[in-house]
């Protein structure tokens, strides 16, 4: 009888052991967010070119007025289950002058689920609340890992940062697409030419109708006294928007085709993501 009893008692402790587990898999295990893996539950990588231009991030890098750090911002970011990136870029070598070292920041920690993702990227390195910021930085990159499903989108775009302003000045993008004539400015400010990725949100015009790239240029606290001249490559006659960061405003641009060099050309009084659109037929 006794051994009946023990045996008893051995076979419920077991499966309230099992049950405890069933449900720990259940309600507690699956319950928590899968975090996507470039490694795990990945069966196929594509290009971010095969997703709808309205899905795609809107990306923004902004130097600091110092230049030594890149206040990295993601919008639009819904469509994906997870987003990680890696931006890259050469620097001066500082233990061996004339020379370049390879240098970049990841991150892991985009909430696709937020409407915005904001973090600040340190050029450099930093010891004890004291920075050492990179200089010479040239041939930036942005590559960009997004999850839907079981499939990897990847992008890789490029970024430029310079330093101007106390003279009349023109910047350009490192394809070339994009020019930009600046005023004097009256000191020196570090901007940022980089490909958006994708356009800003809400946009007043079908997404489809984007030409790619869309091109932003981005600084801290510059305002033109006078209007700057931007051009963008365009292949027919088209329309030309700028977007504004800070005051998350589109603006429908005053603009001229140039056949001869083919791109849409105007003045503007501010720093912006600028993209050509078809125009209306």
């Given at each position: 009888?006794?051994?009946?009893?023990?045996?008893?008692?051995?076979?419920?402790?077991?499966?309230?052991?099992?049950?405890?587990?069933?449900?720990?898999?259940?309600?507690?295990?699956?319950?928590?967010?899968?975090?996507?893996?470039?490694?795990?539950?990945?069966?196929?990588?594509?290009?971010?070119?095969?997703?709808?231009?309205?899905?795609?991030?809107?990306?923004?890098?902004?130097?600091?007025?110092?230049?030594?750090?890149?206040?990295?911002?993601?919008?639009?970011?819904?469509?994906?289950?997870?987003?990680?990136?890696?931006?890259?870029?050469?620097?001066?070598?500082?233990?061996?002058?004339?020379?370049?070292?390879?240098?970049?920041?990841?991150?892991?920690?985009?909430?696709?689920?937020?409407?915005?993702?904001?973090?600040?990227?340190?050029?450099?390195?930093?010891?004890?609340?004291?920075?050492?910021?990179?200089?010479?930085?040239?041939?930036?990159?942005?590559?960009?890992h997004m999850f839907k499903g079981d499939t990897e989108y990847q992008s890789e775009t490029k970024w430029d940062m310079l330093q101007t302003g106390t003279?009349?000045?023109t910047i350009k993008s490192r394809d070339g697409k994009f020019n930009m004539d600046l005023p004097a400015l009256g000191k020196d400010y570090w901007i940022?030419?980089?490909?958006?990725?994708?356009?800003?949100?809400?946009?007043?015009?079908?997404?489809?109708?984007?030409?790619?790239?869309?091109?932003?240029?981005?600084?801290?606290?510059?305002?033109?006294?006078?209007?700057?001249?931007?051009?963008?490559?365009?292949?027919?006659?088209?329309?030309?928007?700028?977007?504004?960061?800070?005051?998350?405003?589109?603006?429908?641009?005053?603009?001229?085709?140039?056949?001869?060099?083919?791109?849409?050309?105007?003045?503007?009084?501010?720093?912006?993501?600028?993209?050509?659109v078809s125009a209306p037929k």
């Open positions: 009888m006794e051994q009946s009893k023990k045996s008893l008692y051995i076979f419920a402790a077991v499966a309230f052991v099992l049950i405890a587990a069933a449900i720990f898999f259940l309600f507690v295990f699956q319950g928590k967010p899968k975090k996507p893996n470039a490694e795990e539950g990945i069966n196929e990588v594509k290009e971010l070119t095969e997703i709808p231009l309205a899905n795609r991030p809107f990306v923004t890098l902004t130097p600091t007025t110092d230049g030594a750090e890149i206040i990295m911002s993601v919008e639009n970011m819904g469509y994906f289950e997870g987003i990680e990136y890696e931006l890259t870029y050469q620097a001066d070598n500082p233990e061996a002058t004339g020379t370049k070292i390879q240098r970049g920041s990841t991150g892991t920690d985009v909430n696709t689920k937020e409407p915005k993702y904001k973090k600040s990227l340190l050029l450099g390195t930093a010891s004890r609340g004291v920075r050492s910021p990179d200089r010479g930085v040239e041939d930036g990159v942005l590559t960009m003279k009349v000045t940022i030419i980089a490909d958006t990725l994708g356009i800003a949100p809400n946009p007043p015009f079908k997404a489809e109708d984007a030409k790619l790239p869309s091109i932003g240029v981005f600084a801290v606290g510059l305002e033109l006294k006078k209007d700057a001249n931007v051009s963008l490559t365009a292949e027919t006659e088209s329309k030309l928007y700028s977007y504004q960061q800070q005051d998350s405003k589109w603006k429908d641009l005053t603009a001229k085709y140039n056949d001869e060099t083919k791109s849409m050309a105007a003045n503007v009084d501010a720093l912006a993501a600028f993209v050509v």
